[in-house]
């Protein structure tokens, strides 16, 4: 599968953006899908999963700030991030397991990433 993440771009703190991943096949296949980040220097982290049965996980830096979906009809998995602040700034990317996965991995299917600049 192959997984394009779409969306990113340059805004100031305090506004929005929708991260998109769009799949090359029904992301049904895939229990869980996850966005991941990756800030300059350092290691790639979690930010939000979801899964088919409807559970989620987010990190704590995000809780009420970050909201994941899916539209299986799309094979589309969106990140919308609101109240952003200068810490949210990094490469963000969408990952998939496969059926068996958990919403903690393995994550297999990677995209591309997609880079979110947040300003002060």
């Known amino acids: 599968v192959q997984l394009q993440a779409s969306g990113g771009g340059l805004v100031q703190a305090g506004g929005s953006l929708r991260l998109s991943c769009a799949a090359s096949?029904?992301?049904?296949?895939?229990?869980?899908m996850a966005w991941y980040r990756q800030a300059p220097g350092k290691q790639r982290n979690l930010v939000a999963a979801?899964?088919?049965?409807?559970?989620?996980y987010y990190g704590d830096s995000v809780k009420g700030r970050f909201t994941i979906s899916r539209d299986n009809v799309k094979n589309t998995v969106y990140l919308q991030m609101n109240s952003l602040k200068p810490e949210d700034t990094a490469v963000y990317y969408c990952?998939?397991?496969?059926?068996?996965?958990?919403?903690?991995?393995?994550?297999?299917?990677w995209g591309q990433g997609t880079l979110v600049t947040v300003s002060s």
């Open positions: 096949e029904s992301i049904v296949r895939h229990n869980a």
């Open positions: 979801s899964t088919n049965g409807g559970s989620t």
């Open positions: 990952a998939g397991t496969r059926p068996e996965g958990t919403m903690f991995g393995p994550y297999i299917y």
